[in-house]
């Protein structure tokens, strides 16, 4: 049993196992202590001095974020020290920070501003050497502002853990500042476009490259019929940006609020990731059949795609060749739906809504472009939705248009690490044996970040992995390799927990972020949705019957491939 230490913080004991740090011992003590550097589960540095506190048998300040706890010990973290530290740490990055908050996205929302309110900050107490960075805009996804950087280094770090390094500090001193290697354009660096430097920004200086402009003028075009499409994990975070609590499925409430930003229609891209499923699990099995390159690899994370084109090269043939269900159903909308309506496709502007900033790359990839006019994030949305005046939490549930309105909870689940390989499962297993009935595929589930699994399907052992997040998924890149690891289907999701856990979701305070299950919370509501729903196997939608019966044919065919499949390329940018 690990040993138990007791001490008393601001007068309140309480016990932790040996090793805790005072910060997380404090939360023990129902005690949020301030951080701006400290982020968990991706940074852990002790650099900013937020968090000092004093603590008997140190001396001076402390970090609590690194300092662990001691049989005994006393922490108080609020003295008038701790708070006039505080305040001064506050002022000098205030010096040195763009203070454009009526323009910043993060202007409500930013752990600079409501820190430097609660310590009543002189904001011009110290005046910095005007030293102005230019803003980066060169990638499609994601824009770095550096004045209004703190350097608290967590987008490097969230960068290194995913085993990517596209960002690091630069130059000295004063002039020290975050970017790419040679001071690169993010575009023309090892960037893969996760947006996990986004989500890890405690303040306004990154931000998804926004397309709302485009939206708003669409939408104003009468000669445009506008189609919005949102991704599964969607429904299960917007209702975040509106104060409902993490893990609230808002599937109704988001359909009537983009409705009244005045589309031609609001469509559900679960559709097309039950598509994704009947496509990739006939091509699985075909690859079994015929002895093509296996381990075959999902390719619905456009981040984890550009990772095998830069880092591993040599596996592109090992990756399906499925399009990603967002650049399904764009390619879906401008041939089937527009044929079906008499539409000319260039009358039609096509708008994802999507948990992700390497998704708005995605779209602009020659192999795919026009599919997708403009691919806006869950923040990008609810923006739009505030701009808008729509009363969010007050509108009632309403329902997707048709055609595309049912899918299957093999769909839903697409958001969750895990999920694309359970519903691939479902779906291949009973296309290789029309008996095989299971649905539920617990090895797979779970915010775990690498599982494996091997099940018996028609006599034959299908060995399966899943991995979130890049750096796990080197590890398991490396031990195929090595030949330490043979599987037969793999799912990657470049995000550690999947979409749910995307660089274009909410941003949320560090207290939430500090103490609250983002990943967890999150993909429970869509495993809840798909277990409500009646269809859970993607080969079971009428959707699916519709849409191969009417246009495609079958899975695999001639025109399937044409519309809904693609191909990668060897990027030797390294
Ligand atoms: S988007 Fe992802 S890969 Fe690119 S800099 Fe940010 S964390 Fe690194
Ligand atoms: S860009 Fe944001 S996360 Fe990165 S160092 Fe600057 S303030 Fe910190
Ligand atoms: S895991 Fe999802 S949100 Fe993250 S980069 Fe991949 S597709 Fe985008």
């Not at 649905?439 to 779970?446: I, Q, T």
Request: with cysteine.
């Amino acid at each position: 049993m690990e040993k138990q230490v007791t001490l008393k913080i601001n007068n309140i004991p309480v016990t932790v196992p040996e090793g805790t740090t005072i910060l997380e011992a404090a939360r023990k003590a129902h005690i949020e202590i301030p951080t701006l550097c400290y982020l968990k589960d991706v940074s852990c540095v002790g650099s900013c001095r937020m968090c000092v506190v004093e603590a008997t048998g140190a001396r001076g300040l402390v970090a609590a974020c690194v300092y662990p706890v001691a049989e005994g010990m006393e922490v108080r973290t609020n003295t008038e020290k701790c708070r006039q530290s505080r305040k001064m740490t506050l002022e000098l990055l205030l010096s040195k920070h763009k203070k454009k908050c009526l323009s910043c996205e993060r202007n409500h929302n930013c752990e600079l501003q409501k820190l430097s309110l609660g310590y009543s900050v002189d904001e011009d107490r110290f005046k910095g050497e005007d030293y102005v960075l230019p803003i980066d805009d060169s990638a499609p996804y994601v824009v770095r502002d550096n004045d209004k950087c703190i350097n608290c280094m967590r987008c490097v770090a969230a960068c290194r853990n995913q085993n990517v390094n596209a960002i690091g500090p630069i130059g000295r001193g004063f002039h020290v500042h975050i970017g790419s290697a040679f001071d690169m354009p993010l575009s023309e660096s090892v960037c893969v476009g996760c947006g996990q430097c986004v989500v890890a920004c405690p303040v306004g200086a990154l931000s998804e490259r926004s397309t709302i402009d485009e939206v708003w003028s669409a939408l104003a075009n009468p000669a445009k019929k506008v189609l919005f499409f949102t991704a599964p994990s969607i429904r299960a975070t917007l209702g975040e940006a509106f104060d409902l609590p993490v893990g609230t499925n808002v599937e109704g409430k988001m359909v009537a609020a983009i409705r009244r930003l005045g589309p031609a229609a609001v469509f559900n891209m679960d559709v097309t990731a039950d598509l994704t499923i009947m496509e990739e699990a006939s091509e699985l099995i075909n690859r079994i059949k015929t002895g093509k390159p296996m381990p075959m690899f999902t390719s619905c994370c456009p981040a984890w795609v550009k990772f095998v084109e830069q880092r591993y090269p040599e596996m592109i043939p090992h990756l399906s060749s499925c399009k990603s269900p967002q650049q399904m159903f764009g390619a879906l909308l401008k041939s089937y739906w527009c044929e079906k309506n008499g539409i000319a496709p260039e009358n039609v502007y096509t708008v994802s809504v999507i948990p992700c900033t390497a998704k708005k790359y995605e779209c602009h990839r020659p192999e795919m472009e026009g599919d997708v006019d403009a691919a806006i994030t869950t923040r990008e949305l609810a923006r739009m939705i505030k701009t808008a005046g729509i009363k969010f939490t007050e509108l009632p549930d309403e329902e997707f248009d048709n055609p595309f309105s049912t899918a299957t909870g093999g769909g839903a689940i697409f958001g969750a690490t895990g999920g694309v390989m359970e519903a691939a499962l479902r779906t291949a297993a009973h296309m290789m044996d029309g008996s095989f009935e299971v649905l539920d595929f617990f090895a797979v589930r779970g915010t775990n970040p690498y599982k494996e699994a091997t099940y018996l399907v028609a006599g034959n052992a299908l060995r399966v992995a899943v991995v979130s997040g890049l750096k796990n998924a080197t590890e398991l890149l490396e031990k195929i390799r090595s030949g330490e690891k043979h599987y037969d289907f793999i799912e990657v999701m470049a995000c550690p927990g999947g979409c749910v856990n995307g660089g274009g979701q909410p941003t949320l305070s560090d207290s939430v972020r500090n103490t609250v299950e983002l990943k967890d919370a999150r993909a429970k509501a869509l495993y809840s949705s798909d277990t409500l729903n009646a269809l859970r196997r993607p080969s079971d939608s009428p959707v699916m019957d519709m849409i191969y019966n009417d246009y495609l044919g079958f899975p695999n065919s001639h025109k399937a491939h044409e519309i809904l499949h693609t191909s990668y390329h060897a990027d030797k940018r390294i």
